[in-house]
């Protein structure tokens, strides 16, 4: 069976074609998601994304979904898992009409970071990782379980890995891939470097790729765009669950301890039907 994960960052696993801009790792094929993908028509028997198409603009994220339809053979399954508008504007719903209570001010410090700053950040991290440091150090436990449960990360690892990596571990983890990406990075660097100081700031965007959310999807979008593209059988599903063979079996949606990998996700499958 030939299956691909695309955008899959640090989430692959030996069995699927894995593939990503940013391959630090010889399982992962570097490959930009703005050309068309790399293989025939009706070549995979599933495809499968998490949190990559937000990262696309509307147009483009259909241009992706499209090339999906094309590369999956007929009776294909594509499934597609991203942030779910719906439910994270309910949820700010829910903190704004109780804003008087002091637990909800302190959610709304957050809610409101999930929903814009992940758009409109221009910096590595944006106000997400400020407040996570804000939050530890304030060892404000209700404020670090909530955004743990929203976002099913713990920040406190997160933020420690992120102080912690010494240059020996940075020497010790580096590969051809790591290298190549150095360079281009540095490369970027210095060419951002003949752009003015005074102007720079205000033209560029300093997010690395795929940090960015460029558009948003609820399952009324989602299913649109997988009928638009000619998918059928369209069904919304959990992290538990799939029309996939064998696909809780992986350590995709669910890491390996059981746990919901990224809570609050939309998780949509759809069959690209016989000719
Ligand atoms: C939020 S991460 C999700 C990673 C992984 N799928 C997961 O669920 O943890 C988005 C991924 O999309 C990749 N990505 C974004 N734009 C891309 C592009 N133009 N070409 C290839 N990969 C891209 C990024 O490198 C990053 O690994």
Same mark, same amino acid.
């Not at 703005?34 to 696309?56: A, C, G, N, R, T």
């Not at 790729?209 to 649109?224: A, I, P, R, T, V």
């Given at each position: ?16 074609? =894995?593939?990503?801009? &940013? ?24 495809? /499968? ?34 942030? $779910?508008?719906? !439910? ?5 719903? @829910? ?19 999930? +929903? ?14 400020? /407040?996570? !440091?804000? *939050?530890?150090? =304030? &060892? ?9 449960? !929203? ?10 890995? &992120?102080?912690? =990596? ?27 470097? +003949?752009?003015? @100081? /005074?102007?720079?700031?205000?033209? +560029? $965007?300093?997010?690395? +790729? ?9 399952? /009324? ?24 063979? =064998? ?12 746990? *919901? ?9 759809? *069959?690209?039907?016989?000719?």
């Amino acid at each position: 069976m030939k299956k691909l994960n695309f955008g899959c960052g640090h989430r692959f696993s030996s069995g699927w074609i =894995n593939i990503d801009f &940013n391959s630090e790792h010889p399982e992962v094929i570097a490959h930009n998601l703005l050309q068309p993908l790399p293989y025939p028509k009706d070549y995979f028997d599933v495809i /499968y994304s998490s949190h990559v198409l937000e990262h696309f603009s509307k147009d483009t994220g259909e241009m992706l979904v499209k090339e999906c339809y094309r590369v999956l053979k007929p009776q294909g399954i594509l499934r597609i898992v991203v942030p $779910d508008l719906e !439910r994270t504007c309910r949820e700010y719903l @829910r903190i704004i009409d109780s804003i008087k209570n002091e637990e909800a001010k302190k959610q709304y410090e957050w809610i409101i970071i999930e +929903l814009i700053d992940q758009l409109v950040r221009t910096e590595h991290g944006g106000l997400m990782k400020t /407040y996570w !440091r804000q *939050v530890l150090e =304030n &060892n404000d436990e209700s404020s670090i379980s909530y955004v743990e449960a !929203r976002t099913g990360v713990d920040i406190q690892e997160e933020i420690a890995s &992120n102080n912690s =990596n010494s240059l020996f571990q940075k020497v010790f983890s580096i590969n051809q891939n790591k290298l190549k990406n150095k360079f281009k990075y540095l490369y970027l660097d210095m060419v951002k470097r +003949l752009i003015p @100081r /005074y102007v720079r700031k205000s033209m +560029l $965007d300093e997010t690395s +790729l795929g940090e960015k959310h460029k558009w948003m999807y609820d399952s /009324y979008s989602m299913k649109s765009l997988f009928e638009r593209v000619g998918f059928s059988d369209i069904k919304f599903l959990d992290a538990h669950t799939s029309d996939i063979p =064998n696909f809780s079996d992986e350590v995709l949606d669910i890491n390996a301890d059981g746990t *919901v990998y990224l809570p609050g996700s939309l998780y949509c499958e759809g *069959v690209k039907p016989n000719k």
